[in-house]
């Protein structure tokens, strides 16, 4: 989508907008069996569709189009590409449709722009979810047909040129910050550095527009003094080279406003000392010339330790390849060079664009030549494609993702040579989960150059790394904190998940067992399905997770397998405190008090038989019946005659089934919440509802609430527990007062 909008300013004169013809001859200089009827077809339907409508700035909206054109055929992209930049607006902002595309101009044209089309509601929100939803969208239209993302990009492009008409200033900070965060580093990995470092300036200026300022007067200063040292060093360059018989172009390359920024920030410089080093690139015919240029340039001058990098022979994961050197050149300053081929000139400007090339009389992507230009670029959209199968939700994959994005890049290998990309900071698990994600699940050791290491060592440049394989495939506490690359940790999420699901599933099943036991019923995962129904779940294993995880009660799986019996619970509900009443009254004794006295259990201490307890008189309700240590006792100290001392009757001791709260802490380990299970109900105890209370790397904490018979039996399951390997402590706990309280 692009930015409209309505003003009173004068639209710009026809002529300014190149005709269709202008687009024609563009294409045709680097395709000249360029289709021009169709290319001004798409160009009169898209003036058309745009008419009434114009832009912030009063530009006709038909300009944007255009200017978008014009910008994919700099980078020489296909006919249907650029049908596409003149259309890719009309199915959204005007009466124009998918439909009518395709019998006009082609199916495929079509699909282009509905992918173009899905991905326009990105700028219409600000929330970082949409922003996290319209990703995923994004990489998935991408993996399908790169073309949408290089339509994308040229779009985003001509608006940000244009950003400065958009009236609200929060509004063109949200678009510049969004630029910076997805738009360039997704240009930039896919190799097309001529839009990347533009988006970026353009973001800077509007995010940081003094600091933008101040580089670029300064620029203008260093230009002003060195343009002249600049052209003497280029030449003296330039000769050495031909004094070689190097053949070699030389011209110098000025630094980018958010570049000089970046190097502020990162390296901690001066700005003076990064305007005192040149830079220059230098173009020739061969690979083997830049080898040969590198040893001219090195006998010459002497070079700067640790900076020099071979991407030729260890091509960038976007297909860059270049040589870098930095040498004290002539008047003793330093001198930034990059050597490369014209063809590794047009992959770094260009990336993925620089291989639409003529084959079999048409002009298409040539997927042969990216790959024997040292890898196809599409390959960087792999990981993306990765972390959104890992599952999660968006913003978990925006930060994913990120992590990818933004990463200097460091080079290691398997031991049978295979070259591993990683970001600056990887670890050996990193790399295991990037090789495969299912050698990372297993990893419990790694090797770094023949030496064991720990699985948190940041590699470094030219490591060769093994990776020790172990028989489980469960994430131990922590390791989502000992990688740094968002395929791992979405992979380890995941894991972590799925073994979640699993421990919640197999307290849940124990939970249902138990239950149907309770009502002399016999239980199958078959006999389940009128039950899932009701409650509507897909599965038993949906039912037992959500059961172990308290979202749903054994009382409620009873519900919806007996249906009959959700009436009776009906109405015991309606007679529930009578019957708390008439157990209060059987099973709790006390001098002086008469039949007709109302007894109840206090929910804030859960009373079990066998503790001691004491009876405290509630006007209009009767007596309330508290353990001795209480703590709501408090507010009745200075109010001694509402108490009465309070007894279990014989029949508490051997007919009670009451409800006592566990609390318990445990190793966040597999088959911790099932060793919990077994052990109550080895202890004849039933657990009736699950709290997660608190949950950590480390640790996690829970409540049960268990059926018991008294606080004898109570407290003989937590010495069970406390048995327990995989428990750290377990204590009985009180029930909180919004808690029901125990029948």
Same mark, same amino acid.
């Given at each position: 989508?692009?930015?409209?909008?309505?003003? +009173?300013?004068?639209?710009?004169?026809?002529?300014?907008?190149?005709?269709?013809?202008?687009?024609?001859?563009?294409?045709?200089?680097?395709?000249?069996?360029?289709?021009?009827?169709?290319?001004?077809?798409?160009?009169?339907?898209?003036?058309?569709?745009?008419?009434?409508?114009?832009?912030?700035?009063?530009?006709?909206?038909?300009?944007?189009?255009?200017?978008?054109?014009?910008?994919?055929?700099?980078?020489?992209?296909?006919?249907?590409?650029?049908?596409?930049?003149?259309?890719?607006?009309?199915?959204?902002?005007?009466?124009?449709?998918?439909?009518?595309?395709?019998?006009?101009?082609?199916?495929?044209?079509?699909?282009?722009?509905?992918?173009?089309?899905?991905?326009?509601?990105?700028?219409?929100?600000?929330?970082?979810?949409?922003?996290?939803?319209?990703?995923?969208?994004?990489?998935?239209?991408?993996?399908?047909?790169?073309?949408?993302?290089?339509?994308?990009?040229?779009?985003?492009?001509?608006?940000?040129?244009?950003?400065?008409?958009?009236?609200?200033?929060?509004?063109?900070?949200?678009?510049?910050?969004?630029?910076?965060?997805?738009?360039?580093?997704?240009?930039?990995?896919?190799?097309?550095?001529?839009?990347?470092?533009?988006?970026?300036?353009?973001?800077?200026?509007?995010?940081?527009?003094?600091?933008?300022?101040?580089?670029?007067?300064?620029?203008?200063?260093?230009?002003?003094?060195?343009?002249?040292?600049?052209?003497?060093?280029?030449?003296?360059?330039?000769?050495?080279?031909?004094?070689?018989?190097?053949?070699?172009?030389?011209?110098?390359?000025?630094?980018?406003?958010?570049?000089?920024?970046?190097?502020?920030?990162?390296?901690?410089?001066?700005?003076?000392?990064?305007?005192?080093?040149?830079?220059?690139?230098?173009?020739?015919?061969?690979?083997?010339?830049?080898?040969?240029?590198?040893?001219?340039?090195?006998?010459?001058?002497?070079?700067?330790?640790?900076?020099?990098?071979?991407?030729?022979?260890?091509?960038?994961?976007?297909?860059?390849?270049?040589?870098?050197?930095?040498?004290?050149?002539?008047?003793?300053?330093?001198?930034?060079?990059?050597?490369?081929?014209?063809?590794? %000139?047009?992959?770094?400007?260009?990336?993925?664009?620089?291989?639409?090339?003529?084959?079999?009389?048409?002009?298409?992507?040539?997927?042969?030549?990216?790959?024997?230009?040292?890898?196809?670029?599409?390959?960087?959209?792999?990981?993306?494609?990765?972390?959104?199968?890992?599952?999660?939700?968006?913003?978990?994959?925006?930060?994913?993702?990120?992590?990818?994005?933004?990463?200097?890049?460091?080079?290691?290998?398997?031991?049978?040579?295979?070259?591993?990309?990683?970001?600056?900071?990887?670890?050996?698990?990193?790399? +295991?989960?990037?090789?495969?994600?299912?050698?990372?699940?297993?990893?419990?050791?790694?090797?770094?150059?023949?030496?064991?290491?720990?699985?948190?060592?940041?590699?470094?440049?030219?490591?060769?790394?093994?990776?020790?394989?172990?028989?489980?495939?469960?994430?131990?506490?922590?390791?989502?904190?000992?990688?740094?690359?968002?395929?791992?940790?979405?992979?380890?999420?995941?894991?972590?998940?799925?073994?979640?699901?699993?421990?919640?599933?197999?307290?849940?099943?124990?939970?249902?067992?138990?239950?149907?036991?309770?009502?002399?019923?016999?239980?199958?995962?078959?006999?389940?399905?009128?039950?899932?129904?009701?409650?509507?779940?897909?599965?038993? %294993?949906?039912?037992?997770?959500?059961?172990?995880?308290?979202?749903?009660?054994?009382?409620?799986?009873?519900?919806?397998?007996?249906?009959?019996?959700?009436?009776?619970?009906?109405?015991?509900?309606?007679?529930?405190?009578?019957?708390?009443?008439?157990?209060?009254?059987?099973?709790?004794?006390?001098?002086?008090?008469?039949?007709?006295?109302?007894?109840?259990?206090?929910?804030?201490?859960?009373?079990?038989?066998?503790?001691?307890?004491?009876?405290?008189?509630?006007?209009?309700?009767?007596?309330?019946?508290?353990?001795?240590?209480?703590?709501?006792?408090?507010?009745?100290?200075?109010?001694?005659?509402?108490?009465?001392?309070?007894?279990?009757?014989?029949?508490?001791?051997?007919?009670?089934?009451?409800?006592?709260?566990?609390?318990?802490?445990?190793?966040?380990?597999?088959?911790?919440?099932?060793?919990?299970?077994?052990?109550?109900?080895?202890?004849?105890?039933?657990?009736?509802?699950?709290?997660?209370?608190?949950?950590?790397?480390?640790?996690?904490?829970?409540?049960?609430?268990?059926?018991?018979?008294?606080?004898?039996?109570?407290?003989?399951?937590?010495?069970?527990?406390?048995?327990?390997?995989?428990?750290?402590?377990?204590?009985?706990?009180?029930?909180?007062?919004?808690?029901?309280?125990?029948?």
């Amino acid at each position: 989508m692009s930015l409209t909008g309505t003003t +009173a300013t004068a639209s710009p004169p026809a002529s300014a907008i190149p005709s269709a013809q202008d687009l024609v001859e563009r294409v045709r200089k680097y395709d000249p069996s360029a289709d021009a009827g169709l290319i001004e077809r798409a160009y009169d339907f898209s003036r058309e569709m745009h008419a009434p409508q114009t832009r912030y700035s009063g530009e006709p909206y038909h300009g944007h189009v255009v200017a978008v054109a014009m910008i994919l055929a700099d980078l020489r992209m296909d006919v249907p590409t650029l049908c596409t930049g003149l259309l890719h607006d009309t199915v959204e902002d005007t009466p124009a449709t998918l439909d009518q595309l395709s019998r006009e101009f082609s199916p495929e044209i079509a699909a282009l722009v509905d992918g173009v089309t899905k991905l326009g509601k990105m700028e219409l929100s600000s929330k970082r979810t949409k922003q996290a939803e319209n990703l995923q969208k994004l990489v998935v239209a991408i993996s399908t047909d790169v073309r949408v993302l290089i339509v994308k990009l040229a779009d985003r492009l001509h608006n940000m040129r244009t950003l400065n008409h958009i009236p609200r200033p929060e509004k063109r900070e949200r678009i510049a910050m969004e630029t910076l965060e997805i738009y360039a580093p997704l240009a930039r990995r896919m190799g097309i550095n001529r839009i990347c470092v533009e988006l970026e300036d353009l973001a800077f200026r509007h995010l940081n527009p003094a600091a933008h300022e101040s580089i670029t007067r300064r620029m203008v200063d260093v230009r002003a003094k060195q343009g002249e040292a600049v052209a003497e060093v280029s030449a003296e360059i330039a000769a050495k080279l031909l004094d070689a018989g190097v053949d070699a172009r030389v011209f110098g390359r000025e630094k980018r406003p958010y570049s000089i920024w970046r190097k502020l920030e990162r390296k901690g410089l001066t700005f003076e000392e990064i305007a005192d080093i040149y830079a220059f690139r230098i173009i020739v015919p061969e690979p083997d010339d830049c080898y040969r240029a590198l040893g001219v340039i090195h006998q010459t001058w002497r070079s700067v330790p640790e900076r020099f990098h071979d991407y030729i022979s260890t091509p960038k994961p976007n297909n860059y390849r270049s040589l870098h050197t930095t040498v004290i050149g002539p008047g003793n300053v330093r001198v930034e060079l990059q050597i490369r081929t014209e063809e590794m %000139e047009r992959v770094a400007e260009r990336g993925v664009a620089a291989h639409w090339r003529y084959k079999d009389q048409a002009y298409r992507y040539d997927a042969a030549s990216a790959r024997a230009a040292g890898g196809d670029p599409l390959d960087r959209l792999r990981p993306f494609m990765e972390i959104l199968e890992q599952g999660g939700d968006p913003e978990d994959f925006l930060e994913h993702a990120k992590l990818e994005m933004f990463s200097d890049q460091v080079y290691c290998f398997t031991p049978k040579g295979d070259l591993i990309a990683l970001p600056s900071g990887a670890t050996a698990l990193d790399f +295991a989960y990037a090789v495969h994600t299912e050698l990372g699940h297993a990893c419990v050791g790694a090797k770094i150059n023949g030496r064991e290491r720990p699985l948190r060592t940041i590699l470094r440049n030219g490591d060769v790394v093994q990776i020790v394989r172990g028989g489980t495939r469960q994430p131990p506490p922590g390791w989502e904190e000992l990688v740094v690359t968002g395929r791992a940790k979405a992979a380890i999420r995941r894991l972590i998940r799925a073994s979640e699901r699993d421990e919640f599933s197999r307290i849940g099943r124990i939970m249902a067992e138990h239950a149907f036991r309770r009502e002399g019923k016999s239980f199958r995962d078959d006999n389940l399905s009128d039950a899932l129904a009701r409650l509507e779940l897909d599965t038993p %294993e949906t039912l037992f997770e959500a059961m172990g995880r308290g979202r749903i009660s054994s009382a409620e799986l009873l519900d919806a397998a007996f249906p009959g019996r959700k009436d009776e619970r009906r109405e015991q509900t309606s007679a529930r405190q009578l019957i708390r009443d008439d157990k209060a009254r059987l099973y709790v004794r006390g001098r002086g008090l008469t039949q007709g006295v109302s007894l109840h259990f206090a929910a804030c201490c859960s009373p079990l038989p066998g503790d001691r307890i004491v009876g405290v008189l509630i006007p209009e309700r009767g007596v309330e019946i508290h353990t001795i240590d209480c703590e709501r006792l408090q507010e009745f100290e200075n109010d001694p005659d509402r108490w009465t001392d309070l007894a279990w009757t014989p029949e508490a001791e051997t007919s009670a089934v009451s409800i006592g709260r566990i609390h318990a802490v445990m190793h966040n380990e597999p088959g911790a919440l099932a060793e919990i299970a077994r052990t109550v109900g080895e202890n004849r105890g039933n657990i009736a509802n699950v709290k997660t209370v608190k949950r950590a790397t480390d640790f996690f904490e829970m409540a049960f609430d268990v059926e018991v018979f008294d606080v004898r039996h109570l407290n003989n399951i937590v010495a069970a527990l406390k048995m327990c390997e995989s428990v750290v402590d377990a204590e009985r706990a009180r029930l909180e007062h919004e808690d029901e309280p125990p029948a």
